[in-house]
């Protein structure tokens, strides 16, 4: 075989070569970037589905805890409205009373100071003296208080 056969040889091998992978690269290789961007939409749509699940759970957790709290509301505002202050008085004790029992103590006695009026509101003055030594009380103090400011509506 002379030199200038090998060389054609050479060169229509390498052609050919050159046209398979052209070929590969016009064909075969689109193809594959087809299946790989379908897996990465698929990727995608299963993390925004998840995250859609996630609301969709969050969104029931708040419907429910705002149904509680329309009927915790509910309870409250009863209390309030439509009753004589003597009944306002003796509701305020019990819930005070629960509180102490809450903290572990005890309410003893309770007693009802005089109303004033204040701004068309009645106000209903309730003092109690809890069975325990006041050193004893302080941790039930802020539980009275902060309760006390959740029904009167301050911050």
């Not at 229509?12 to 897996?39: C, E, H, K, N």
């Not at 589905?49 to 915790?72: H, K, P, W, Y």
Request: glycine share 4%; aromatic share 6%.
């Amino acid at each position: 075989m002379n030199p200038r056969e090998a060389l054609n040889r050479t060169a229509a091998l390498s052609v050919l070569l050159l046209m398979v992978f052209a070929m590969w690269r016009l064909t075969v290789v689109p193809v594959t970037d087809l299946v790989w961007d379908r897996y990465a939409e698929i990727d995608a749509m299963q993390q925004h589905l998840s995250d859609l699940q996630r609301i969709v759970a969050r969104g029931n957790a708040l419907q429910q805890e705002t149904e509680f709290l329309r009927t915790r509301l509910a309870d409250d505002l009863a209390l309030w409205s439509g009753f004589s202050a003597p009944a306002v008085a003796a509701a305020v004790q019990n819930r005070l009373r629960q509180v102490a029992m809450m903290h572990g103590g005890v309410v003893k006695t309770t007693t009802e100071l005089r109303g004033t009026e204040a701004q068309s509101l009645q106000a209903v003055r309730i003092r109690y003296y809890p069975q325990r030594r006041e050193a004893r009380c302080a941790p039930l103090l802020p539980g009275v208080r902060e309760r006390a400011r959740k029904r009167t509506g301050q911050a």
